[in-house]
């Protein structure tokens, strides 16, 4: 399986110091946030590469306990969020079993947050009064 | 035509006036408008709002007090203490709108051997009720509603009074003090953010996440929109850089407080 990233140009990249990361994509107006897995299987597809080639990286550069499906399961992810392109699509059932068969490394994880979303969300983040009405929905209240 | 009795407060980047007709109005509006900001005189700044608790007389719902905001009723109660949460949430909605360096996020705040604790979550999610027992546990208070974030990414306290439900429906202030709790007074690194749900029943079960994950928390509760505001990236992941990270489920605030003063090494 070949894997090319996606769209790298329009990314700005921030590093934290536990090795997650921030890509924040102004032309789609979305950031992301890698955990230390899922980036580094995104700096081992710097080039056009292969998924053997992948894993490799990661395991020279991350952790030499990362697997074959373990990359794959990072680039998977990765390319649900049109951060890479690959030469085919895994099938969920394999999918599934590799998820399974992951060992001790932290699994790879990307979520997204579109500007439209977080604009969305300021309204929630506002300050509002707790009436009698709205504490019906409130929870964990004691 | 009853005499006015006023004072201002400088909040942030915020110049509140509150203004009363009787000594009573006036305690109250004394004592629930940050309290721990100094006073000044009424009128010796523009202010950018206004705020006018009065008593009106008993109207035909039992109303007797009202609360007014740039000279328009927002809020009548049968007692003065009743209309504080709205005078409360009038003051935040004021101060966020015009916060020029800071940037706030929806959090309960406390400060533990010298770093913030932020709780990150919307109205609802019990930060208030957590915050006040982290108080009786030791913590100085921050803001049991936002944390203000500079661009060092250090969080700075957001003290306005805690408004706690204390199992009734409506809220209720409560001064931190009350709760023999030190207010804090100045900024502090983010030592830990702690994205937590609550479950009845549930026992505490918490994960770290990455520090990226949290910094798209910070975004998805943070009144600024980044569209208007993309230095959020910035100023949020200097405020992670430094923090433990946890995500997961919580059951009562009592409880997760001591989980909480457990899970930093902090006594209590």
């Not at chain 2, 944390?147 to 409506?170: F, M, Q, T, V």
């Not at chain 2, 405020?239 to 003063?261: F, L, N, Q, S």
Request: aromatic share 4%; charged share 20%.
């Amino acid at each position: 399986m070949q894997v090319v990233r996606a769209n790298s140009e329009n990314l700005v990249i921030n590093r934290l110091p536990d090795g997650s990361r921030i890509f924040t994509d102004a032309g789609n107006e979305t950031v992301f946030a890698l955990n230390a897995t899922a980036g580094a299987a995104w700096d081992a597809c710097g080039s056009a590469t292969t998924l053997s080639g992948v894993a490799m990286e990661m395991q020279r550069s991350f952790d030499p306990q990362v697997s074959e499906d373990l990359a794959h399961e990072a680039i998977l992810q990765l390319q649900e969020k049109n951060l890479v392109t690959t030469s085919e699509t895994a099938p969920t059932t394999t999918r599934r079993r590799m998820i399974a068969s992951l060992g001790a490394v932290a699994l790879p994880l990307v979520v997204s947050l579109t500007l439209s979303d977080q604009r969305a969300n300021t309204v929630l983040a506002s300050s509002r009064p707790c009436t009698a009405a709205s504490a019906t929905a409130c929870s964990g209240l004691r | 035509m009853t005499e006015s009795l006023a004072f201002a407060v400088r909040a942030f980047d915020c110049t509140i006036e509150a203004t009363a007709d009787s000594p009573e109005t006036l305690a109250i509006a004394n004592r629930y408008v940050f309290p721990s900001f100094p006073r000044m005189e009424a009128g010796s700044a523009p202010p950018d709002v206004s705020l006018r608790l009065e008593e009106t007389g008993e109207d035909d719902t039992g109303q007797r007090f009202r609360l007014s905001k740039d000279g328009e009723a927002m809020a009548s109660a049968g007692q003065a203490i009743g209309l504080v949460p709205h005078l409360i949430h009038a003051i935040d909605e004021a101060v966020v709108q015009r916060l020029a360096a800071l940037r706030a996020v929806h959090a309960g705040a406390v400060l533990l051997n010298g770093q913030a604790l932020l709780l990150p979550g919307t109205t609802h999610a019990g930060k208030s009720s957590i915050v006040a027992e982290l108080l009786r546990r030791g913590a100085a208070y921050f803001s049991d509603e936002y944390a203000l974030i500079d661009a060092r990414g250090l969080a700075h306290p957001y003290p306005r009074p805690l408004l706690l439900r204390n199992g009734s429906p409506e809220q209720s202030p409560v001064l931190a003090g009350e709760l023999n709790a030190r207010v804090g007074d100045a900024p502090a690194p983010v030592g830990w953010i702690l994205l937590l749900e609550y479950q009845a029943g549930s026992s505490w079960r918490i994960s770290p996440v990455p520090q990226s994950l949290a910094l798209v928390a910070l975004l998805q509760n943070t009144p600024h929109a980044l569209a208007d505001a993309p230095e959020l990236i910035a100023i949020f992941e200097r405020a992670v850089a430094g923090a433990a990270c946890y995500a997961g489920k919580r059951a009562e605030a009592a409880d997760a407080a001591a989980e909480i003063i457990r899970l930093t090494g902090c006594p209590a």
